[in-house]
């Protein structure tokens, strides 16, 4: 579910590129220090957004130095790290043990079953380092699971769950800044998970898996009207979270945060339907050619 909060490489400076891509292999080598290379299967873009996010309001000071790894042997690059890194680390660890724990437990996945393994022990360590968020990861994910054996079609719930477990994340520290920034993380969880539905819902659909946009699905009188609404949906929801952002006082790297908000978060989407748009103009040319 996660992946979905990425650059738009295109849109952003080059310099910011550069130093967001010292944020990113910064949590990859904290990953790999911290957890090994099973922590680095965890990585996730969608917690690098969150390192830069706190970073940049609490203005960490942050230490930059040169490495190589498995993906740079040759060359050493540059990577950047403070106190906020461990934590995005601890984070995306924890996520991904709760993550194998669900596919374990609704498929019976052997892969979720092996990364219950991989994690339990770290997992047991985080859930006692942070007790707030792992109690809510927990909460958020079970409620979840229970709309899911329902199979309920209360998208707005469903997403909330989610995005209660996201504002949970951005909460750092307990302060002045922390009503605001559970408003924004509650409404990107709930983006996240729209998306994460929309761009599922054909395979969903196919295998008569669970998806909370079917019903919306079944009642749009065209694929288009479909499209139109999720979209409306996903424009509320970043818009309120854009919202919240910009009463933060994020002066650092301001401009990769915001390219991130305005244009990289709709990556996914835009690629989902250029692809929609692709398959619909082949069969098309397939109607033609056959007639």
């Known amino acids: 579910m996660f992946g979905y ?47 830069i996010l706190l970073t940049s309001l609490y203005e960490e000071e942050t230490a930059m130095e040169t490495r190589r790894c498995q993906a740079h042997p040759v060359k050493k690059i540059p990577i950047l790290q403070n ?16 993550h194998f ?27 006692e380092k ?40 951005f909460v750092y520290r307990q302060d002045v800044w922390e009503e605001r920034l559970r408003r924004m993380g509650f409404y990107l969880g709930k983006f996240i ?3 994460d539905a929309f761009e599922d819902l054909p395979t969903d659909r196919k295998k008569g898996l669970y998806n909370p946009l079917k019903k919306l699905w079944d009642e749009s009188e065209s694929p288009e009207d479909f499209t ?13 979270c854009t919202s919240a952002f910009e009463q933060l006082p994020c002066l650092q790297e301001a401009d990769i945060l915001r390219n991130i908000l305005y244009a990289g978060v709709w990556v996914k989407y835009r690629k989902l339907l250029q692809e929609q748009n ?3 103009l082949s069969r098309n040319k397939l109607s033609i050619w056959l007639v």
């Open 228 to 240: 139109k609404a999720c979209g409306q949906m996903l424009e509320m929801m970043i818009s309120e």
């Open 5 to 51: 909060v990425v650059i738009d490489k295109p849109e952003l400076k080059i310099r910011d590129y550069y130093q967001y891509k010292g944020y990113y292999c910064g949590l990859c080598h904290r990953l790999l220090e911290d957890y090994g290379v099973r922590g680095q299967m965890a990585l996730t873009y969608d917690l690098t957004f969150a390192v």
């Open 130 to 169: 942070y007790p707030r968020q792992a109690g809510a990861f927990r909460r958020q994910l079970k409620a979840l699971q229970a709309l899911e054996r329902r199979r309920s079609q209360n998208v707005d719930q469903a997403a909330g769950h989610f995005g209660r477990l996201m504002e949970e994340l």
């Open 193 to 195: 998970y729209i998306l």
């Open 83 to 98: 106190a906020i890194t461990g934590y995005g680390a601890d984070m995306n660890v924890l996520l991904a043990y709760y």
């Open 278 to 280: 692709t398959k619909e």
């Open 101 to 127: 724990v669900d596919d374990w437990q609704d498929e019976k996945s052997l892969a979720g079953l092996a990364g219950v393994h991989l994690f339990h022990k770290r997992a047991a360590k985080l859930e």
